[in-house]
T-cell receptor
């Protein structure tokens, strides 16, 4: 049973460019959340998707957007990249966010470097 | 707003010894969950242990146990018989069901187990 998978593993972008990161949740999971982890910091919540809709959003600008597909996989898009967007982007999946306390599984992350 | 504080940026412990990592949090909620996650150099977030706030009994998972003091809003992690594989960043995290499994993480404690 595959866990949470993310792609790409590493990528380098230039300021002003756009990037798309992808996530496949653990089998059977229908809820996907995205986190940004800057170097030396704890992960910060970006947003969460359930039933193809954004359910929750953290304190991130509109440059950060996402999508969830019918198969529950998800994409994170970041437009107009800034140097400060350089971070590890973690995807987390769980079963039905409405059920409290479900175990959350994290992917290995996508390292984004903006130069 | 929920905040999670880890006041020990770095800690070290001799192999086979016991170490305690501290965490405090701030919330006005009554129903919530607390977690300790381990993040080794591979960057994958691995669940170590979790505690439901409504349970008075402290959670235990093999060599890992917590000291949950709800009134003091304290949630420390004790690692017994430390092993070299325990070397990692450890993050304390808070989650409340009302925000659909959104995590609030501390800044982490870097633990080094010395042979």
């Amino acid at each position: 049973d595959a866990g949470v998978t993310q792609s790409p593993t590493h990528l380098i972008k230039t300021r002003g460019q756009q990037v798309t990161l992808r996530c496949s949740p653990k089998s059977g999971h229908d809820t996907v959340s995205w986190y940004q982890q800057a170097l030396g910091q704890g992960p910060q919540f970006i947003f969460q998707y359930y039933e193809e809709e954004e359910r929750q959003r953290g304190n991130f600008p509109d440059r950060f957007s996402g999508h969830q597909f019918p198969n529950y996989s998800s994409e994170l898009n970041v437009n107009a990249l800034l140097l400060g967007d350089s971070a590890l982007y973690l995807c987390a999946s769980s079963l039905d966010a409405r059920r409290s306390g479900n175990t959350i599984y994290f992917g290995e992350g996508s390292w984004l470097t903006v130069v | 707003a929920q905040t999670v504080t880890q006041s020990q940026p770095e800690m070290s412990v001799q192999e086979a010894e016991t170490v305690t990592l501290s965490c405090t949090y701030d919330t006005s909620e009554n129903n919530y969950y607390l977690f300790w996650y381990k993040q080794p150099p591979s960057r994958q977030m691995i669940l170590v242990i979790r505690q439901e706030a409504y349970k008075q009994q402290n959670a235990t998972e093999n060599r890992f146990s917590v000291n949950f003091q709800k009134a003091a809003k304290s949630f420390s992690l004790k690692i017994s018989d430390s092993q070299l594989g325990d070397t990692a960043m450890y993050f304390c995290a808070f989650m409340k069901p009302s925000t659909g499994n959104q995590f609030y993480f501390g800044t982490g404690t870097s633990l080094t187990v010395i042979p």
